[in-house]
């Protein structure tokens, strides 16, 4: 597995990287030769922040975690992602691609994970709106979102709420 090490505002030492790495190692027995991680370390407001990304045959698993302990961090974010990594085997098992995975590396049991239904399907026809209308539309909604036709693109866009009170826009291309 190739892993990816990016720093902001902090400096990863020699021994973090070395901890990390082998624990990723631990993972790669889910994963063939061609899965990339990325390892985030930042520090924001004497918050030390980790980010772990890992793709794998276009599968995305993915944990964010903080806390004032860099080497606590790795280990709060490594059973997030193997949580992941069971709930999409029981997905695979559920369509017979995959029968069964290795022992887990941090779990100590294998969670109970049941996927919520579908119980609101909306259709709506797309159109042609301004950004700027979309993030209107979402105050007086008050939803998190908003999927809609950009005006300036064509291209069908969707506008977020971020956690920090900020506006994401996705542009999705087809």
């Known amino acids: 597995m190739k892993i990816e090490f990016i720093e902001r505002n902090y400096k990863i030492s020699k021994k973090l990287k070395e901890i990390i790495s082998e624990k990723i190692e631990r993972l790669s027995k889910y994963f063939g ?29 993915r944990s964010e975690v903080s806390s004032d302990d860099m080497f606590a961090n790795i280990d709060l974010a490594m ?22 995975l290795p022992a887990f590396e941090f779990l100590t049991e294998e969670p109970e994970i049941k996927l919520p ?31 809609f036709l950009n005006a300036e693109t064509g291209k069908v866009n969707v506008l977020y709420r971020r956690r920090d009170g900020k506006f994401g826009l996705i542009e999705v291309n087809y």
């Open 33 to 61: 030769d061609d899965a990339k991680a990325k390892v985030l370390c930042s520090e924001q407001n004497k918050q030390k922040k980790l980010e772990l990304t890992i793709v794998n045959k276009g599968v995305l698993y």
């Open 117 to 147: 239904d579908i119980f609101k399907k909306k259709v709506f026809d797309l159109e042609p709106i301004a950004v700027e209308d979309a993030k209107d539309y979402i105050d007086r909604l008050g939803h998190e979102f908003f999927v």
């Open 79 to 100: 059973p997030k992602i193997e949580r992941q990594i069971v709930r999409h085997k029981d997905k695979k098992i559920a369509k017979n691609r995959v029968k069964e």
